[in-house]
């Protein structure tokens, strides 16, 4: 049976205690942290940059997984390497203003695990040319910008044509969802075959982090 990763988003954390809140997670069992990087143009929001990043790297040996919901993610990708990503996620949208396959290879040949993202409303078809070149697909189930949003269960079906475009591989992609992820919907999101499921509000506002994560992943 595989390990279903818990990637926690620390967009849902308290931000005035951040170092605290990161090593619970992780000795909660978290998997990654889980990082959005909003601009207020790609999506109508901002949240934080490559500092906060390197600051999160300070605390924690787990994996930092960077998803870059930002224009010209080619320009700035390299400063989250700087700042101690093992992962960076860029948008497959045209509003994303880059060029796909030279952002991933620029983010695989600095290091990192590169991985590529796809709003609700974008089809899975505009992914399909890049699944050979990246690592990680992540699958929004709600529109990016903002916490809290109620899971897309029609989302499910783009989850289940990459489980199927892994079984004809040999190098597999890690499947990724984001949004609305509880207890039920992480059970759905598995159950249709993503493996990683990134989760703020389900865990940083759970009195037992550790009992969340459980549940996330099935063995609560």
Same mark, same amino acid.
């Given at each position: 049976?595989?390990?279903?990763?818990?990637?926690?988003?620390?967009?849902?954390?308290?931000?005035?205690? *951040?170092?605290?809140?990161?090593?619970?997670?992780?000795?909660?069992?978290?998997?990654?942290?889980? @990082?959005?990087?909003?601009? $207020?143009?790609?999506?109508? +929001?901002?949240?934080?940059?490559p500092e906060i990043?390197?600051?999160?790297?300070? /605390?924690?040996?787990?994996?930092?997984?960077?998803?870059?919901?930002?224009?010209?993610?080619?320009? &700035?990708?390299?400063r989250f390497v %700087?700042?101690?990503? +093992?992962?960076?996620?860029?948008?497959? #949208?045209? /509003?994303?203003?880059?060029?796909?396959?030279? !952002?991933?290879? *620029?983010?695989?040949?600095? $290091? @990192?695990?590169?991985? *590529?993202?796809?709003?609700?409303? !974008?089809?899975?078809?505009?992914?399909?040319?890049?699944?050979?070149?990246?690592?990680?697909? *992540?699958?929004?189930?709600?529109?990016?910008?903002?916490? =809290?949003?109620?899971?897309?269960?029609?989302?499910? #079906?783009?989850?289940?044509?990459?489980?199927?475009?892994? %079984?004809?591989?040999?190098?597999?992609?890690?499947? /990724?969802?984001? =949004?609305?992820? +509880?207890? /039920? !919907?992480?059970?759905?999101?598995?159950?249709? $075959?993503? +493996?990683?499921?990134?989760?703020? !509000?389900?865990?940083?506002?759970?009195?037992? &982090?550790?009992?969340?994560?459980?549940?996330?992943? =099935?063995? =609560?």
């Amino acid at each position: 049976m595989q390990h279903i990763i818990v990637a926690s988003s620390i967009l849902a954390a308290d931000f005035s205690r *951040l170092t605290e809140e990161i090593r619970r997670v992780e000795q909660a069992g978290a998997d990654w942290i889980h @990082c959005d990087i909003m601009d $207020g143009h790609f999506v109508d +929001n901002i949240s934080f940059g490559p500092e906060i990043v390197g600051i999160v790297r300070k /605390e924690t040996k787990l994996p930092l997984d960077v998803h870059l919901m930002i224009q010209r993610p080619d320009h &700035y990708a390299s400063r989250f390497v %700087k700042a101690g990503a +093992n992962s960076i996620t860029v948008h497959v #949208e045209r /509003e994303a203003d880059h060029d796909v396959e030279k !952002t991933l290879r *620029l983010i695989r040949d600095a $290091g @990192c695990r590169p991985g *590529l993202s796809l709003n609700p409303a !974008t089809p899975f078809e505009s992914v399909e040319p890049f699944l050979d070149k990246i690592d990680i697909l *992540l699958v929004m189930t709600v529109h990016p910008g903002f916490g =809290g949003q109620s899971f897309r269960p029609e989302m499910m #079906e783009k989850v289940k044509r990459a489980a199927e475009w892994n %079984k004809s591989r040999q190098r597999k992609i890690d499947i /990724e969802v984001d =949004g609305g992820i +509880n207890a /039920e !919907t992480a059970r759905l999101s598995i159950q249709n $075959g993503a +493996n990683v499921l990134v989760a703020g !509000t389900s865990i940083f506002r759970a009195k037992d &982090y550790r009992e969340a994560i459980r549940e996330l992943r =099935g063995s =609560g």
